[in-house]
């Protein structure tokens, strides 16, 4: 009869949460949480921590509680799984799980057997780009296992355990029937302190953390106790996949930026609610910087970027693409992370200067997969005429408001395009809220529309124009981080309702 043993790989010597395998959760240390739930429907559980002196705690704790532990070293786990498994058969099953996942159980194990099962695979993983970062799980044979130790003796191999099988055996990426979707919302893994306090409380009132299944526990993580307050909706028209409201990290530089300690709450917010891109640039003096530097990775890791570039002001082609190039490659130091969502340049005229040379290394980039989509920033109907006029665009940024109507009506040239649109300017700098004939109008159609205020009014009227996939608003505080996302909630303008605000604003705003 084929076996299935679970490896449960732990040691201390997290980098960026040291110690947390014995950190408490749920009434004992972490790592015998997560060994309990692999082991609760009666599967083999072994824990295979390194042979450093500080595992030995690791040791010698699940020694006294009944869980059987081995030691092997701490750089070649893959021969730390061969050790663990060296008395099974060469068709028996190998589960691999890491010691921070306390959220999957041994449901989550079976439903990936049957699914390799069958469709005749050698080789599954739970595929966490679709599904919550924390229910990862990997299921091969014995055989493979041994195959891999035997053939392979990179240290990327080694230390990895996987990555020989997936590029020689046949392989499922799977994902489970009850996956809630949005993995950047649903985050469960414990990787630093604040991933801690999440799955603490997440196993605070359960009185058998054992038996609790994985799916109680991720629908708890999406309630409003984990989020405060339900997702911003997506507009899933590209494969960004963006939520209609983006971060503009202009809001973290620049001398009125906010503290931060509260900048962490604005993205704590952000992400918790659904909020998955921020927009940084060349030109936001250290936004990158400092999102970099202020954000806990457990947040910037939920967050793809979008980046912006300086204007780059030369006709010579060689340096046009050189200072391109320069000019992302610092925006990838910075932010800790060789890829971006998307890359726009400043203006349309550079795209199309210097013989293109620019706009062709922003393609390189996209070709090597480094960047998602390129695209420029338009000021206007023809400059966006004359973006599309680029090779490969997919992204333009443009202003659109209830002040700044220049591209209210691209809804034609975007027509059948496969081009991600993001506007600014939703309040127009601010000017919406100052006591003018303006102000004084949008009161008076925020009442008549039914919107909360202004604010509301502003958001709705933006993303009542179908080619407007997001928004990008730049918050100085978490309280206007959570009242922007209310307005995004609501429902956007009808068609007939932005007609109305621009034909009672036209009177009010210059010509």
């Known amino acids: 009869m084929t076996r299935t043993r679970v490896v449960v790989q732990s040691r201390l010597n997290s980098s960026r949460l040291p110690g947390k395998a014995l950190m408490t959760i749920g009434g004992m240390p972490l790592i015998e949480l997560v060994a309990r739930r692999a082991s609760r429907d009666g599967h083999e559980v072994i824990v295979a ?281 610092r925006s990838f130091a910075e932010l800790g992370r060789r890829k971006a969502s998307a890359v726009l340049m400043a203006n349309v005229d550079e795209a199309h200067s210097a013989d293109g040379t620019g706009w062709h290394r922003l393609r390189d980039y996209r070709e090597s997969g480094e960047v998602g989509r390129i695209g420029v920033n338009v000021e206007s109907l023809d400059e966006l005429r004359r973006a599309l006029e680029l090779t490969d665009i997919g992204y333009v940024q443009f202003p659109l408001g209830v002040a700044d109507r220049a591209l209210s009506g691209a809804r034609e040239l975007l027509t059948d395009r496969d081009v991600v649109v993001t506007t600014h300017a939703t309040f127009a700098g601010g000017t919406v809220f100052e006591p003018t004939e303006l102000n004084r109008q949008l009161v008076l159609l925020a009442h008549e529309l039914g919107r909360a205020n202004v604010a509301d009014l502003c958001v709705a009227y933006s993303l009542g124009h179908p080619f407007v996939d997001s928004i990008a608003v730049g918050t100085r505080s978490n309280q206007q981080m959570i009242d922007d996302l209310a307005y995004c909630l609501n429902a956007p303008l009808t068609p007939d309702e932005v007609d109305l605000v621009d034909e009672r604003l036209a009177s009010v705003l210059p010509s």
Request: with cysteine; aromatic share 6%; proline share 6%.
């Open 49 to 329: 921590t390194s042979e450093e002196q500080y595992d030995t705690r690791i040791f010698d704790h699940l020694h006294r509680v009944g869980i059987p532990a081995m030691r092997g070293s701490l750089d070649d786990v893959l021969g730390r799984f061969v050790a663990a498994t060296r008395d099974l058969d060469d068709d028996d099953r190998v589960v691999r799980l890491t010691g921070d996942n306390p959220v999957g159980d041994s449901s989550l194990i079976d439903e990936l057997i049957e699914a390799m099962d069958a469709g005749g695979f050698e080789y599954g993983r739970n595929d966490v780009s679709r599904m919550p970062e924390g229910l990862g799980c990997e299921v091969f044979r014995v055989r493979d296992l041994r195959r891999a130790a035997a053939e392979t003796d990179t240290p990327y191999d080694r230390e990895h355990v996987t990555p020989w099988l997936r590029r020689n055996v046949s392989t499922l990426d799977y994902v489970p029937e009850d996956n809630p979707g949005d993995p950047e919302r649903f985050r469960c893994t414990v990787d630093v302190l604040s991933d801690y306090d999440r799955v603490c409380r997440l196993f605070a009132d359960k009185t058998d953390p054992v038996s609790v299944p994985w799916i109680d526990l991720i629908n708890e993580i999406g309630g409003s106790a984990f989020t405060a307050g339900p997702s911003v909706p997506r507009r899933d028209r590209s494969e960004l996949d963006q939520s209609v409201m983006i971060l503009g990290g202009q809001a973290f530089a620049g001398p009125l930026a906010p503290s931060s300690t509260e900048i962490r709450a604005m993205l704590a917010t952000a992400v918790n609610r659904g909020v998955n891109h921020v927009e940084v640039g060349r030109g936001d003096h250290n936004a990158e910087e400092i999102l970099h530097k202020c954000g806990e990775p457990q947040l910037t890791q939920r967050l793809h970027f979008i980046s912006r570039l300086r204007e780059i002001r030369t006709n010579d082609p060689r340096l046009a693409a050189t200072t391109v190039e320069a000019q992302l490659e």
